[in-house]
């Protein structure tokens, strides 16, 4: 099924990408393009309440994606991260960014 998003995915990507290297399970590098961006993002607390908190938050191709979880590092800029959790793709398009909520490492 196509929509009317397919191919804008790649667009945004080729504007406002940068390189990212990801370590999907801890494996080696991938170098990959992807976006990074500072949003709100829903969090849960240890209690169950729920808070908005800003995160940094990387969206890549969800084809290249593939094995990146929860604790696998990222790289780029010069700063890494580690992944908290896939957020639910939204896109319809068959070209759609997976977006991860991640942590800063501070080394």
Do not use: H
């Not at 849960?44 to 990146?68: H, W, Y």
């Not at 780029?76 to 793709?89: L, M």
């Amino acid at each position: 099924m196509t929509s009317v998003f397919d191919g804008m995915a790649g667009v945004l990507n080729g504007v406002f990408g940068a390189s990212v290297t990801i370590y999907p399970g801890g494996g080696p590098g991938k170098a990959v393009r992807g976006v990074l961006r500072r949003q709100q993002v829903d969090l849960e607390t240890d209690e169950g309440f729920e808070v908005i908190s800003a995160a940094p938050v990387l969206r890549i191709n969800k084809g290249d994606a593939s094995g990146l979880g929860p604790g696998d590092r990222v790289e780029t800029g010069g700063q890494a991260y580690t992944v908290r959790f896939p957020i639910p793709i939204t896109s319809p398009a068959a070209d759609a960014f997976q977006p991860f909520a991640l942590w800063e490492i501070l080394e």
